[in-house]
C-alpha cells in the first residue's frame, strides 16, 4: 500500500528532465533558504529530524528574493523554469560528517509517470526500493543525489560521500513550539538549531565583542504590500535564549550600542557577515520573556546575503 502522507493533490505538467530533479538539490543548496506551507499542516515535515537549519520557501512570494540566487551549471532560463514548476520547498542541511548532508521536499506540478520515465531511461540513474515507504527513488552515483518524484511532490536527499541514501524518511521533524504562529503567512522562514556559534563568529569577524548565547532563531520574511518594485520584504528575527535573564542582558547591550552607531539606510551592505551586523543592531530589540524579537526591511539581495551567513 502507498504511504498516505506524502500524497498529494496538485495538478499535472510537462515532464521534467532528471537535470531539472537535480535542480530541486540545488536549489536547496543555493537558497539556503514559507507561507503557511503544507508541510507545517502535517503531522511532521518530511524531512530527517537532526538538521543544523530548516529552511521553507514559497515560490509564488518569494521570487524577488531567488531572482539574486545563482546555481553553478544553470543558466537562469532554466532557473526560471524550475521556479514556474515548484510551489512549495522545504529544504534541511546536517552537520558535516553525517550520513545525510542535504534534504529537500518540494511541492510543485510533477506528474509521477513522466518523471519515472525520464529517470529510468537515463542510465545516470538507477532504481532502488525504499524499504520505509515502500516506494522506489533513483539515485545518480555522479551528482550523489537520490530522488523520488511522485504526482505533486519530489523528495531529494544527498550524503555527505556520495553514498546511496533514501528520500524517504520513518518519521518527519517537528517544528519547534511557536514557529508556525511567528512564520504564518510568509513568504521565506526558517530555524536555525543553536546558531550562537556562527553569529558570534561572524561578529568577531566584524570586530564587535559580543557573545550572543542563542539557543534558537526563527526568521520569517513578509513582502511589502504596495511596494513600487516589489523587492523588499519586512523581516522578522526571533532569538531564543535559555533564560529570560540572558535576553534582558543582551538586549541592554544591543540598546547600549546602538548610542555609540548609527546605521547609514544608504549603506551598500556587501557582505551577509555586514548585513547580519547592520541587523542586529539597526532597531530596539523586543524582550518577549526568554526570547528578542528584531525586525528590519531588507531587500532580496540583502536577504540572499543574510542567508549566505549561515552556509545554507
Known amino acids: 500500500m502507498r504511504d498516505q502522507r506524502y500524497q498529494t493533490t496538485l495538478p499535472h505538467s510537462p515532464i521534467p528532465s532528471p537535470q531539472s530533479l537535480i535542480f530541486l538539490l540545488l536549489l536547496a543548496v543555493s537558497c539556503r533558504t514559507a507561507p503557511e506551507l503544507p508541510p507545517l499542516n502535517m503531522a511532521g515535515i518530511p524531512l530527517e529530524p537532526g538538521g543544523l537549519a530548516y529552511v521553507l520557501v514559497d515560490t509564488n512570494t518569494a521570487v524577488p528574493i531567488l531572482e539574486h540566487i545563482t546555481v553553478k551549471g544553470l543558466d537562469k532560463k532554466n532557473f526560471n523554469q524550475m521556479i514556474d514548476k515548484t510551489n512549495y520547498v ?15 521536499a518540494a511541492w510543485g506540478n510533477y506528474p509521477a509517470s513522466g518523471a519515472k520515465t525520464a529517470l529510468g531511461l537515463n542510465r545516470e540513474w538507477k532504481k532502488f526500493r525504499s524499504p520505509v515507504a515502500k516506494m522506489d527513488y533513483w539515485h545518480s552515483s555522479t551528482t550523489g543525489a537520490s530522488v523520488s518524484v511522485n504526482r505533486g511532490y519530489a523528495l531529494v ?49 566584524m570586530g564587535i565583542p559580543v557573545e550572543i548565547p542563542a539557543e534558537m532563531l526563527f526568521i520569517s520574511l513578509f513582502p511589502v504590500d504596495g511596494q513600487a518594485n516589489k523587492d523588499l520584504y519586512d523581516a522578522h528575527l526571533r532569538i531564543r535564549f535559555s533564560s529570560a535573564a540572558h535576553a ?24 551577509g557577515t555586514a548585513l547580519l551586523t547592520a541587523l542586529l543592531f539597526a532597531n530596539e530589540p523586543v524582550q518577549n520573556d526568554n526570547y528578542l524579537d528584531i525586525k528590519t526591511r531588507l531587500s532580496g539581495r540583502e536577504i540572499s546575503l543574510l542567508f549566505g551567513v549561515f552556509s545554507l
Do not use: H
Open 157 to 205: 536527499s544527498t550524503s555527505e560521500n556520495n553514498t546511496v541514501i533514501d528520500p524517504y524518511i520513518a518519521e518527519g521533524v517537528q517544528a519547534p513550539e511557536g514557529f508556525g504562529e511567528f512564520v504564518a503567512g510568509s513568504a521565506v522562514s526558517c530555524w536555525l538549531e543553536n546558531p550562537g556559534p556562527v553569529i558570534n563568529q561572524k561578529l568577531s569577524e
Open 248 to 271: 534582558r542582558g543582551l538586549a541592554t547591550m544591543i540598546s547600549f550600542m546602538r548610542n555609540f552607531s548609527t546605521p547609514d539606510e544608504n549603506e551598500d551592505k556587501a557582505t
Open 90 to 104: 522545504a529544504a534541511a542541511v546536517f552537520p558535516k560528517g553525517g550520513e545525510r548532508r542535504l534534504q529537500l
